[in-house]
């Protein structure tokens, strides 16, 4: 990592450059592959970025697509170019994991209106050779699916053995089951929802206005003045940050504990940790993340709502579904709770689909899907071997003894 | 496929007469699964499409762990979610006793399924009946483990108090077994009243008249 930083002297920069050239390989759509898009325009020419893990096995029929959530990236369990940190995920993905990369070829993608190298408003606009900004399209969950569809396509790959995500990683999933019932054998959706809530929406439309309040977004053409909207994108993050823990979570780790202090400072710095906390997460979140891209994804996912086109009843859309499911739910989770798990449980039992699900005790929050949560783990394990068990794919040698 | 003997020999036995009663590629829902015993001697046994519903979370996640298809959900509250004769046989074992509402429980089984079977604790085997007649304290046995005030079985019935709720729903009896104490067959095909004399334990199979 310390080399990419010389090469271009700050993570942000870094950032920029992998927008267009990412690191990871890149899969091109030119004009006459363009992507429909449901704004009723088509896209091209277009990329998706995205990165594997494992062989995919002689009948390609050990496919396991991660979708990952609103601001997460392809580097599910590789290295991030940008941050020098591990993948989000590589608790759950790797050789010996419950997403056992010795055992399924995965594969993960960055998000349409994502900036790690999909097409989104931080990457270059072929029209004005600068970045879209606000002239890409508004993009939605199945607009990113459809994409995700066409990278599958490439690679050759007609059935995934598998399509598995957290929240909006999760929205696509289901998605996936949606728009392509015949191409997937399992679903696994976790902490996540069919459609978003208005308190879903009233969060996001904070985090939106707080980044275009910033006098740095400059309407969206930040990049032509040379200037970032740090401070509103900051804002953003740690008002969305809230919202993906608990106040139980919050109360034990910071209480109403002094930052770095033995009284009060009658004054509006950090005195307590949360706020610093939040603080430090809101300005590690503006170097690797496009304050644009932030109002594309999140756009995206209050857009979402499964039962839309379908008049409204959930189970028609899962109506000649084939995969099985696996829903998983925590308790803490307020952003999408138990109870939007339960209702595509009841509306995938309607249409008569194979559906298992688990709520899951934890006093994390909705992060608990991306935290070492030894329950969750066993039951992705245990669904996915039921499932590779039906699929025929082989297994490790003794499945008991693997952790 | 796996022989349901060998399966069997460490779980319940009436699992082992429910299994045999369900014809092998079929799709069964098990009503009150626990942690999926059943289900996987189905599932390896019988081919079957297997699926669960559980009350208890402990006993949902160590059944999913397990690779099997299983939702948390109440008897008394989520069978309204299922189509009409969506399964071949929709099975109720050993949890009749704990429902609010037995009547309508068995009401939606015998609407989602196009069998159903349903295995009882038969609250009027002698032993139960020697207990309260000369002990004049609720049983406490091996087979109903919990006292009066710690009990999930709020709905204690005989075999023939359940031969009548059949009747009443409009169901008919296809099969009725037997269980002694020890969890055998009883080997003989006995009058109703001999039965729920001597049956520890009643496994039907019942399907809606036509």
Redesign the interface.
Known sequence: MSDNIAEYETQDALRRNEADHPSSPVMRFMADQALPLDAGVALAPWQIAYQTYGELNADKSNAVLICHALTGDQHVASVNPVTGKPGWWSLMVGPGKPIDTDRFFVICSNVLGGCLGTTGPASTNPATGRPYGLDLPVLTVPDMVRAQKALVDALGITKLFSVVGGSMGGMQALQWAASYPDAMFSVIAIATSHRHSSQNIAFHEVGRQAVMADPDWCGGRYFDEGLNPKKGLAVARMAAHITYMSSESLHSKFGRNLQDREHLTFGFDADFQIESYLRHQGMSFVDRFDANSYLYVTRATDYFDLAADHGGVLANVFKGAKA?F?LISFTSDWLYPTAEARAV??AL??A?A????????SDRGHDSFLLDIP?QF??V???L???A?ARGIAGPANPETTK | MTDLADLVTDTRVDLRIIASLIEPGSRVLDIGCGAGELLEVLERSRRVDARGIEISQKGVNAAVARGLAVIQGDADSDLSQYPDQSFDYVVLSETIQATHNARRVLEEMLRIGRKVIVSLPNFGHFDVRFRLMFLGRMPVSKRLPYSWYDTPNIHFCTISDFVALAHETGATVEQAITLNAAGRKLSLPLPEWLANLFGAQGVFLLSRQR
């Open positions: 099985r696996c449980v009841h039992n309607a008569g194979s559906v298992s699900f688990v709520e899951i005790d329950e066993r039951i394990r245990g669904f071997s039921g499932a068990r």
